[in-house]
Nanobody
């Protein structure tokens, strides 16, 4: 499956951005990871295909919302109250088989998008 992410950009602290990721296939658990300069790739949020259950990293709970439109095979990440520490390249991911204990593990996702830069200025 191919993933096409969009929506990154530059925003001031406290602002909002919405990321989108369109998949070329259907039926995948989809989500987002991010990687800041000099840091490891980290889990942000994921949403199940079936039932739409969502999972978030503690660092973004209450500020970010992940949602999806199954008819369009598209997942969205609404990011509010952005902080400078949210600055990173955000990657869309997809998996047909990821299980709960591994949701935050990058290697559990077979498909990765190209990444989109999010920069939050202070």
């Amino acid at each position: 499956v191919q993933l096409q992410a969009s929506g990154g950009g530059l925003v001031q602290a406290g602002g909002s951005l919405r990321l989108s990721c369109a998949a070329s296939g259907r039926g995948y658990t989809m989500g987002w990871f991010r990687q800041a300069p000099g840091k490891e790739r980290e889990f942000v949020a994921v949403i199940r295909w079936n039932g739409g259950r969502t999972y978030y990293a503690d660092s973004v709970k209450g500020r970010f919302t992940i949602s999806r439109d199954n008819a369009k095979s598209t997942v969205y990440l609404q990011m509010n109250s952005l902080k400078p520490e949210d600055t990173a390249v955000y990657y869309c991911v997809a998996s047909s088989s990821v299980i709960l204990p591994n949701l935050e593990v990058p290697s559990a996702y077979a498909y990765w998008g190209q990444g989109t830069q999010v920069t939050v200025s202070s």
